[in-house]
């Protein structure tokens, strides 16, 4: 990806940024939002069909939204810090049935929710998760996300049970 530049945008500055580079040209390789399961802006705001149009790959992070999506936490054991005022119990409660839904899924693959989320992302086409790994079981936890495909059913279901969770905060990066 030499001479090639990635950008954290709006739809409207990727288009700019695009344009711009374009001119020069100087590719636009990726663009870094926040993007999960549970935090669809860009599919909202115009950014994800915009990458897609204009051969930008976009790269999620955040895409097991801090840990919310691997059931890592429940009602009765909320994250701590600043985590604990976005993923709050009641937002947890609401947030169980597709939990549920996410593990019987990885079961039917012998998957982890883990690896059923980021799937779910690779299913978008054009998108690239980018979760943290803090040692190697978890990298390679998350490789294991490679080499098999929800079936469609599967990506349409799990989209349609999270659009009736209201969407957790985003970042203000977003609406620049």
């Given amino acids: ?8 945008y709006s739809e ?9 580079l374009n001119k020069r040209g ?17 599919e909202q705001n115009g950014v994800k069909a915009a990458c897609d149009e204009l051969g930008i790959t976009l790269i999620a992070y955040s895409p097991i939204a801090q840990g919310a999506l691997t059931g890592k936490y429940t009602p009765e054991n909320p994250p701590t810090g600043p985590r604990g ?13 597709l939990l549920n839904r996410i593990k019987e899924i990885g079961d039917n693959y012998s998957k982890t929710a883990t690896q059923v989320v980021l799937n779910w992302l690779i299913a978008q086409e054009n998108v690239v998760p980018i979760p943290g790994a803090k040692n190697a079981e978890q990298a390679k936890e998350f490789a294991g996300a490679l080499g098999w495909r929800l079936t469609g059913d599967e990506v349409n279901e799990l989209r349609s049970l999270a659009s009736e969770i209201s969407p957790v905060i985003g970042f203000p990066i977003e609406y620049l």
Avoid at 26 to 42: C, D, E, F
């Fill in 85 to 97: 005022r976005i993923y709050t119990p009641e937002f947890l409660t609401r947030l169980q049935p």
């Fill in 12 to 20: 409207r500055r990727l288009r700019d940024a695009f344009e711009r």
């Fill in 26 to 42: 100087i590719p636009l390789a990726s663009n870094q939002v926040n993007y999960s399961l549970i935090y669809r802006a860009p």
């Fill in 1 to 8: 990806m030499s001479n090639c530049i990635s950008f954290l």
